[in-house]
């Protein structure tokens, strides 16, 4: 080794390589496992496609996505008012890349079983490398079964499945392809959107209104058009909202300012004043809840399946440093503390992984079987309670195996830590979830037979396991009932249940390790404490396999 001029003041080494490119489908035996059990294989070639480049350019150009925060201009330099939101370029290529590929339309282009799995699958991937733009992703691909309440809105949904991505401020019928994003929360109500008091006065032509009033989340502005809820004369409805009236005037709506968010930062979230903005209702006038229902349980899948996501690049970011990194004479990753850490976090992200994917078979199915609609319809509620909870620790916990360097925001994980939160808050937060639960068990108990049913197929494959199930069986045969109060817990356990039999019916190398700690309790309060029985090196390789090569 050559000395160095005198001027330079040390060699840099020990530090490990740039993470990306990284294919993030050959990555994750998990998720790959898990798409071939629930009946998505078929889509196989197409995940391996998008898990490459995720990894690779939408990695490389979520860096300043994120950065150059999306900015309000509500007037033009004459004083029109335009009310655009700018976005840096790379958000509109993640758009497109993501578009292209079915993130928001696979499930409803491709009419065929597991469709929804594998774009459940496409959001996971997505979602690791840039979480801001999954949120118009989400929110186009979970209106198309509210849109359906309308058949002659078909075009929109047309529009909405296309694989073409147009960012032009134009109206709908001069675009392929359009994005949609959804109105519900006020300032007076938050998650009681019954207490909304946007107004829906009826017009001269059926189905049309005009909406005078607010919302103070408007999730992103720049959409073609918007899911609302108002007060119309028969009690709340549900309503089409588009930036453009059919006559082709810019429709009768004020972006006020786009919201200061914790994280999401490459997402623009606004508040917006409706002025007699045209609007089409959708259902019945007074059914606007039971109408959107269907868009609130995608969204909770898509939560769900982003916190899994947000968990699964913050593992392989700590992989891939500790890995690398040498400390004391080895690898990091070679000391038997961080092995605890890192084992008992690999642990954690396959069995949120593995839920979701199950919910989302549960989704795929829910047409045609109806015990798969009543899993579906409370295993949402119950996965996005308990998965989104363990995000933000999760990623804290990461943070921690790269020290100071997972504080810089080059290494994403400032990011990942700042949008953690958003999925438990973001469609009703946990007391919500619970309560939903509650709601559920009490009113149709076919929701407590196909949580019994999962739960039963797995009976004798653990002992932790079924003393847990043996807990929980009262309640799911409605032989008890809950008090209010003791709902959380509870519907942790069943959360942790439902991961459990899932990990023991796939034979996952997590199994014994996720019973024996999450159920059985051999486990501290904080990661990496497992006990010491457990092979720690064969739970690291099973969720980082690229690491075998470096240790």
Not at 89 to 116: C, D, F, K, T
Not at 223 to 245: E, I, N
Not at 504 to 514: I, T, V
Request: proline fraction near 5%.
């Amino acid at each position: 080794m050559e000395p160095l001029p005198p001027f330079v003041t040390h060699r840099v080494d020990n530090q490990p390589p740039e993470f990306a490119p990284r294919d993030l489908w050959r990555d994750d035996a998990a998720l790959r496992e898990a798409v071939v059990r629930e009946g998505g294989g078929d889509f196989a070639d197409a995940l391996a496609t998008y898990g490459a480049l995720a990894g690779d350019e939408v990695y490389r150009l979520s860096f300043d996505a994120h950065r150059d925060r999306p900015r309000l201009r509500t007037h033009d330099r004459f004083g029109q008012r335009i009310d655009l939101v700018e976005f840096h370029p790379n958000y509109h290529r993640i758009m497109q890349v993501a578009i292209e590929h079915g993130v928001a339309g696979l499930s409803w282009s491709q009419l065929r079983p597991g469709s929804h799995i594998a774009r459940a699958a496409l959001s996971y991937l997505h979602h690791q490398v840039e979480p801001g733009t999954s949120c118009p992703l989400t929110m186009t691909h979970a209106a198309i079964p509210v849109l359906r309440h309308a058949p002659e809105l078909s075009g929109w949904e047309t529009k909405a499945v296309s694989p073409f991505y147009d960012p032009r401020d134009l109206p709908s019928e001069d675009k392929l392809g359009v994005t949609l994003g959804m109105g519900m929360t006020e300032k007076q109500g938050g998650s009681d959107v019954r207490a909304n008091r946007t107004v829906a006065t009826p017009l001269a032509a059926e189905n049309e209104y005009r909406l005078v009033g607010h919302k103070w989340f408007f999730s992103a502005p720049m959409s073609d058009a918007f899911l609302v809820l108002a007060q119309a004369p028969g009690g709340l409805s549900c309503f089409l909202m588009p930036r453009w009236t059919p006559d082709g005037a810019k429709n009768a709506f004020a972006l006020m300012r786009l919201k200061d968010k914790l994280g999401d930062w490459s997402n623009a979230s606004s508040e917006v004043e409706f002025m007699d903005a045209w609007a089409y209702r959708i259902g019945e006038e007074g059914r606007g809840v039971a109408t959107i229902l269907e868009m609130v349980m995608l969204t909770r899948l898509d939560c769900m399946l982003g916190a899994a996501a947000e968990m699964r690049m913050a593992l392989a970011q700590a992989m891939h440093h500790t890995h690398h990194r040498a400390t004391f004479g080895k690898p990091l990753a070679d000391h038997a503390l961080m092995r605890n850490v890192l084992a008992d976090l690999a642990v954690e992200a396959e069995a949120a992984i593995v839920l979701a994917m199950r919910v989302a078979r549960a989704v795929d199915r829910a047409p045609y079987d109806a015990q798969e609609a009543a899993f579906a319809r409370i295993a949402t509620a119950v996965g996005k309670y308990w998965v989104c909870r363990r995000a933000p620790g999760f990623v804290n916990e990461a943070q921690e195996c790269l020290g100071g360097a997972g504080y810089i925001e080059e290494s994403m994980l400032p990011r990942l830590y700042r949008q953690a939160p958003l999925n438990s808050i973001w469609e009703g937060s946990g007391n919500i979830q619970c309560l939903d639960v509650l709601r559920a068990l009490q009113r149709e108990p076919q929701t407590g037979q196909a949580l019994l049913a999962q739960l039963e197929a797995a009976q004798h494959l653990d002992p932790d396991f079924d003393a847990e199930l043996n807990e929980l069986r009262p309640v799911l045969e409605g032989r008890a009932t809950l008090h209010e109060v003791e709902a959380r817990r509870w519907v942790e356990a069943l959360a942790m249940a439902l991961q459990a039999s899932l990990l023991l019916r796939s034979d996952s190398p997590m199994a014994d390790a996720f019973c024996t700690s999450r159920i059985g309790g051999d486990h501290g309060n904080a990661y990496g404490t497992l006990s010491r029985d457990f092979d720690l090196g064969a739970l690291m390789a099973r969720a980082w396999a690229a690491g075998a090569a470096t240790t």
